[in-house]
């Protein structure tokens, strides 16, 4: 089983920076590749960045390509998402995933985090 904690989010301006950070705990053999998913206000999930296991291999949603860096720590057992130059669109509840399931699909699921956009 595998728990996951996110932090870091909060209430920015147009144009700031905030990272995202995501403590890990627990052990499953799937959990190896990570990544961040958000959900705005009456909008569905959507992918935001996945990072492997050694951190070589990253992918990033297209509306954050450029904008959006994924990193991870494994010796700390933890994942960060550094957002810049943040948008009001970027505005959503931001999740932690682990446990690669399927294209895309994860197994687990943290509580998420809030971060608001707006002057």
């Known amino acids: 089983q595998v728990q996951l904690q996110e932090s870091g989010g909060g209430l920015v301006r147009p144009g700031a920076s905030l990272k995202l950070s995501c403590r890990v705990s627990?052990?499953?053999?799937?959990?190896?590749?990570m990544g961040w998913f958000r959900q705005a206000p009456g909008k569905e999930r959507e992918f935001v960045a996945h990072i492997s296991w050694s951190g070589a291999a990253t992918l990033y949603g297209d509306s954050v390509k450029g904008q959006f860096t994924i990193s991870r720590d494994n010796a700390k057992s933890m994942l960060y998402l550094q957002m810049d130059n943040l948008k009001p669109e970027d505005t959503a509840v931001y999740f932690c995933v682990a446990g690669l399931s399927g294209p895309l699909e994860y197994t687990y699921w943290g509580q998420g985090t809030q971060v608001t956009v707006s002057s």
């Open positions: 627990g052990r499953d053999d799937n959990s190896n590749a």
